[in-house]
């Protein structure tokens, strides 16, 4: 099940650097916080569809360090590094993501976990230093999708006048 | 905008209007909806500027609005489509670790 927040993002003094997913995930928040705690949990689904995460190091602690690879279907492998700043369970994880720990272009990103019914609703709110790291990274982003059957695609064919 | 496509039947209802306009009836069908859920979901797409409607004879028909998509192009394929791909995943994958600790 998964539901949306309407209407367009509200602003606020970093509206233009950052980005905001949320959903409701059917299953108890305990669960769905462990399934951001071990790396055998998260292999299973980090990434969309056809992505593989392949981990150098992992430790999960404030502190701590992810240090892996994403192999995207085409077999194209992007370097990912992620350092946990917080971490309160089962409520809020916050981490620094870039490509390795010297990454100038590292992004702060807080996950919220909350009760909603019998599900969670996870908001995950990524701030970047500027916009344009956040244009780039969105666009880095777009890459690592490209020639998946996306939203995305989609929207090339009508844009084209296919 | 991006909060729109994020609900999985609506990115249903985009890609059914792929092929071209349908009305609603058929929509709710195809996607096993009640017509009024069909319809909330048809009138969120349209206030993004998604989906565009007109009246056909007595039938109101449904499709893809070009113009609105462009912007979604730019950020779904992007950062926010990732995450919202990996949470699909994450969906499934919690739903059968919660089954395997009942089962313990």
């Given at each position: ?150 939203l995305?695609?989609l929207a090339a064919y009508v844009a084209s006048g296919g | 905008m991006f909060?729109a496509i994020?609900?999985?039947?609506r990115r249903?209802i985009l890609a059914l209007l792929r092929t071209g306009e349908r009305?609603v009836?058929?929509l ?13 979901h048809l009138r969120v797409l349209r206030e993004v500027g998604l989906v565009r409607d007109r009246k056909?004879?007595?039938?109101r028909v449904y499709g893809l609005d070009a113009r609105g998509l462009r912007p979604v192009h730019e950020w779904s ?28």
């Amino acid at each position: 099940m998964s539901t949306t927040e309407h209407g367009t993002p509200t602003t606020t003094a970093t509206a233009d650097r950052e980005v905001v997913v949320s959903r409701t995930i059917d299953a108890p928040r305990e669960r769905v916080f462990e399934a951001f705690t071990e790396v055998r949990h998260l292999t299973q689904w980090w990434g969309p569809d056809g992505f593989t995460t392949t981990t150098r190091a992992f430790e999960f602690r404030v502190g701590g360090e992810w240090d892996f690879t994403m192999r995207g279907p085409d077999g194209t492998v992007y370097p990912e590094w992620i350092s946990w700043t917080e971490i309160t369970a089962p409520e809020r994880i916050a981490f620094v993501h870039g490509e390795s720990a010297d990454d100038a272009k590292a992004f702060e990103t807080v996950l919220t976990f909350a009760p909603d019914g019998a599900g969670t609703r996870i908001r995950m709110h990524t701030v970047f230093p500027t916009r344009e790291q956040r244009d780039e990274a969105v666009e880095k982003y777009h890459a690592i999708e490209g020639g998946q059957q996306t939203l995305g695609n989609l929207a090339a064919y009508v844009a084209s006048g296919g | 905008m991006f909060n729109a496509i994020a609900e999985p039947q609506r990115r249903e209802i985009l890609a059914l209007l792929r092929t071209g306009e349908r009305p609603v009836t058929e929509l709710a069908q195809e996607l096993g909806l009640t017509q009024p859920g069909a319809s909330k979901h048809l009138r969120v797409l349209r206030e993004v500027g998604l989906v565009r409607d007109r009246k056909e004879g007595k039938h109101r028909v449904y499709g893809l609005d070009a113009r609105g998509l462009r912007p979604v192009h730019e950020w779904s394929g992007g950062f926010a489509q990732f995450w919202n791909e990996s949470f699909d995943r994450l969906d499934a994958y919690v739903q059968d670790l919660e089954q395997q600790h009942q089962e313990e």
